[in-house]
């Protein structure tokens, strides 16, 4: 009688080690961000979609549960996306398992009502909590989705830099812009943690943002982003994290984590950046297809020499390039476009069209804007806190004739500046194209 009590009484306490065991589960996030059409390797041999497919399908069969995240930014980058208006790259991207999507600030540049005719394409859902109109109508529904995951209830909320309107225009937003992230959030959060085990926010927007969610939002585990292209560390606030990736399809971050359903904590985790490298990652030959039936379609345009570079070109050389090219077209007192809209370096060696078309995928038109130098003194930049004139010396009295784009114009005119505008109608891009094959040789 003693033996099966001692024996009850041991499988007892097996069974509830078991039990406070099931509270553990593991989960790897999948996540990458800022794909932007680059649809090929680059120069370097990474990246591509059809590399990057093959390796998400390899890092899903090795995890035991898997969520597999893009954090905005599909489009724009590369002729394809130019030329049709991203919907190529919802179409491929159906490919790639993507389990859930958010909007980035890209994804409005053919319009917001571009958007609508993304989520008509795409077989993943796209989340957006935080983009409504003045009645706070969401461009996109639902705000947030849950999916089961090792064992778990994972929801995914989606959210939008606040300050989109350094990325875009109001033409372009239409009547949506951005709402206050956190406070925006707070409601979704606290609703989303009664249905699920844990609450991820899948965001494109500034690492500050993100870590600002985390310290408002202590029920919110994970914050995976976009918008910033440059690989970087986790940061980690109170064990939870805010994770992403370097853009252009050159990585995948993975995110590997044991997360305790009980306390609603992580109690472990081990993230690593994965470089889409194409000889390790053979191409997926069903993606290839895909892009290679669209890279047709636009081969002709694109891939046909221009001239030459005597050496490689970084972003801010590039940028200078695009300066000189409007001025000696367009006689004016200065020229000015942002470093930002710079997307891609230009090659040592011969220069195609599609070198030109990678560095400026925007479809932005070059004006003459005639801007009094007391306005002129105060333009800046809008992605960042760069003077448009510099040190020059300017008369305050006096109007000056600036060469810019139609976006930077915009720009200025949404914050307020007020000065006449004049469309030379041509595009930049192809203004610094004309002026290559005149040069033959740059720099």
Not at 300 to 305: I, K, L, N, Y
Not at 415 to 424: A, C, I, L, N, W
Request: some cysteine.
């Amino acid at each position: 009688m003693l033996l099966r009590r001692r024996t009850f009484l041991a499988l007892s306490l097996l069974l509830l080690a078991g039990c406070r065991q099931s509270t553990t589960h593991e989960l790897t996030i999948l996540h990458f961000n800022d794909f932007h059409d680059r649809l090929l390797p680059d120069a370097d041999g990474r990246g591509g979609v059809a590399h990057l497919a093959t390796l998400l399908k390899r890092e899903r069969a090795a995890a035991s549960a898997s969520l597999t995240l893009h954090a905005g930014d599909l489009v724009q980058g590369t002729p394809v996306s130019t030329l049709f208006e991203g919907l190529p790259d919802y179409e491929i991207a159906n490919s790639l398992g993507i389990d859930v999507n958010c909007l980035g600030n890209h994804e409005f540049d053919y319009g917001w009502w571009r958007i609508r005719d993304f989520m008509q394409i795409a077989n993943f859902p796209t989340v957006g909590a935080n983009a409504v109109d003045a009645s706070g109508n969401r461009l996109v529904n639902p705000p947030y989705v849950i999916r089961d995951a090792g064992g778990m209830r994972v929801a995914v909320i989606g959210a939008l830099l606040e300050d989109i309107l350094n990325s875009t225009t109001l033409d372009r937003l239409g009547p949506y812009h951005a709402a206050p992230t956190v406070e925006t959030l707070r409601p979704i959060v606290a609703e989303a943690k009664q249905r699920a085990d844990m609450v991820i926010v899948l965001a494109h927007l500034e690492r500050t943002e993100a870590e600002s969610i985390l310290r408002a939002l202590p029920d919110v585990s994970v914050v995976v982003i976009g918008h910033e292209h440059t690989p970087a560390k986790p940061l980690e606030v109170d064990g939870r994290f805010v994770v992403h990736a370097e853009g252009y399809g050159r990585e995948v971050g993975r995110l590997v984590l044991r997360y305790d359903t009980a306390t609603r904590r992580i109690t472990s985790h081990e993230w690593t950046a994965l470089p889409v490298d194409d000889s390790e990652y053979p191409a997926d030959p069903g993606v290839q297809a895909q892009v290679d039936r669209w890279e047709a379609k636009v081969s002709a345009v694109v891939d046909v020499p221009i001239g030459s570079s005597t050496k490689k070109l970084s972003r801010p050389e590039v940028k200078e390039l695009m300066e000189r090219a409007m001025q000696d077209r367009f006689p004016s007192d200065l020229a000015f476009t942002n470093v930002s809209g710079v997307r891609d370096t230009l090659p040592e060696g011969q220069l195609l069209a599609r070198h030109v078309w990678n560095v400026m995928p925007f479809d932005n038109r070059v004006v003459i804007a005639e801007v009094p130098g007391d306005q002129l003194m105060t333009l800046e930049d809008p992605s960042r806190p760069v003077k448009v004139a510099g040190t020059a010396k300017l008369d305050p009295k006096r109007t000056y004739r600036l060469v810019t784009t139609d976006f930077m114009a915009s720009s200025w005119r949404d914050r307020g500046s007020k000065f006449r505008v004049t469309d030379q109608g041509v595009l930049l891009r192809d203004v610094l194209i004309d002026w290559i094959k005149q040069k033959k040789a740059i720099p």
